[in-house]
């Protein structure tokens, strides 16, 4: 089952600040963060593990509660390259033999 | 330079024509796997691979077939394609489960 993000989508202007939000019905063992450009292939941003580690990527960092089963990215102080779509995607267990289930994404415009 | 290199980038054909895109990592990664974009969906799952010779099915299998004869190769194929699988398909491999995923440029597909 698809973890579900939010919000769907979010308008900012540069500099402000963002969260998104994912939650799973599942018990997680990791959580990925990815960023799309229009046209463009998903790239990775960062791997959150079981254990509530907090994670940084320059402006943009990320936490993860195992116990609510939620992660949250946070954009700080937003760029105009920030816009994308945003997907989060779950692991159930550690060495799972499954890749990735992601979310519907969270189209993130940072407007100047 | 890593990379996953999907072909072709763009592909119209009719139903019930058999086609394969191809996938191939020069990352010597065991995991790769398949998924379809559609929008509102998200990034859904195909069929996966452990390693060679080793596939398993995804969360939308329906339709599809691949094979992993070389543990660079990762091809999909669509025997009879139908105009509902008309999306957008990326090509991903990982070092192993749980890690960070790296994706193809996608593959276009429009089956009329």
């Known amino acids: 089952q698809q973890p579900v993000q939010s919000p769907q989508a979010v308008i900012l202007r540069e500099g402000e600040d963002a969260v998104i939000n994912c939650s799973s019905s599942k018990a997680l063992y990791s959580v990925h963060w990815y960023r799309q450009k229009h046209g463009e292939a998903p790239v990775f941003l960062m791997i959150l593990l079981k254990g509530g580690e907090q994670k940084g990527h320059d402006k943009i960092s990320a936490s993860f509660n195992e116990k609510k089963q939620q992660s949250s990215l946070y954009l700080t102080a937003s760029q105009l390259s920030y816009s994308g779509t945003y997907f989060c995607?779950?692991?159930?267990?550690?060495?799972?033999?499954?890749?990735?289930?992601f979310g519907s994404g969270t189209q993130l415009t940072v407007l100047p | 330079e890593a990379q996953v290199t999907q072909n072709p980038r763009y592909l119209i054909t009719v139903t019930g024509k058999k086609l394969t895109v191809t996938c191939s990592q020069n990352m010597n990664h065991e995991y790769m796997s398949w998924y379809r974009q559609d929008p509102g969906l998200g990034l859904r799952q195909i069929y996966y691979?452990?390693?060679?010779?080793?596939?398993d099915k995804g969360d939308v299998p329906e339709g599809y077939k691949v094979s992993r004869k070389e543990k660079r190769n990762f091809p999909l194929i669509l025997e009879s394609p139908s105009p509902n699988q008309t999306s957008l398909y990326f090509c991903?491999?990982?070092?192993?489960?749980?890690?960070?995923?790296?994706f193809g440029q996608g593959t276009r597909l429009t089956v009329v």
């Open positions: 991903a491999s990982s070092r192993r489960t749980g890690t960070e995923a790296f």
């Open positions: 691979s452990m390693n060679v010779e080793a596939t």
């Open positions: 995607g779950t692991a159930p267990l550690p060495g799972s033999a499954r890749q990735l289930t």
